[in-house]
């Protein structure tokens, strides 16, 4: 997947993510942005981990685990 495959699954992360956290997370670009970050976390992290899904959904799941994480560590600093 090229990069554009991967920014657009990056931002759907985020959108999922920001749902999926209570409060929403820190708003609709912000989530955005963190399921970028996330997804590189969570790809970083299941590859540390010996851990592969394939395909779309695979890297979309992967991305949205990142996210969540990212999210809940930056909703901790913002307390």
């Given at each position: 997947m090229g990069?554009?495959?991967s920014i657009?699954?990056?931002c759907l992360a985020g959108f999922c993510?920001?749902?999926l956290m209570k409060g929403g997370?820190?708003?609709f670009i912000m989530n955005l942005v963190l399921g970028?970050?996330?997804g590189?976390?969570?790809?970083w992290l299941f590859d540390a981990l010996g851990?592969?899904?394939g395909?779309?959904?695979?890297?979309l799941g992967t991305a949205i685990i990142g996210a969540v994480a990212i999210l809940w560590v930056a909703s901790l600093i913002k307390k």
């Open positions: 990069i554009i495959g657009i699954i990056g993510a920001g749902k997370g820190f708003g970028l970050f996330g590189v976390l969570g790809g851990i592969s899904w395909g779309v959904l695979g890297q």
